[in-house]
């Protein structure tokens, strides 16, 4: 079975979704076999892209909506998960982002977000989506354990 196995969600920009995203978050890295610390972390970026999709991206604007995708590769022993966060917005720059690490951003309150996502994946593109918005994709690889 090589296909890989999609599950996309679309839905309004309003945070009450954040709880329904993390618990498909949660069953894809189950799925795709992360440990549960790895699978925390995980869900940790997926949620801080949709808040960014939301909130920077749409604007809060209901009539806008946010796509996630999770895509588990192969699908019938999947050892990648990718998931694809695209938005309705203006898209951005990512080269004009703060690096959170700087002196003068030490004690803002956001602007950790796409830091997290850097951090806890394996890999991560921002870009404008061929649709139009922001589209941030991050990949997670399960690696083998070494004994």
Known sequence: MGTDSVVRLVFRSHF???DFVQVVSDEMGRLVGLDSDSAHWVS???RESVINAIKHGNREDEDKRVTVE???TPGGAPTRLTVRVVDQGEGFDPVEIA???APENLLKSSGRG???MRNFMDDLRLQRAPEGGMEVVMVKTVGVASS
Do not use: Q
């Open 16 to 18: 009450d979704m954040l």
């Open 44 to 46: 940790v970026a997926v």
């Open 70 to 72: 999770f895509t588990l």
């Open 99 to 101: 690096d959170p690490l």
């Open 114 to 116: 796409i830091f997290f």
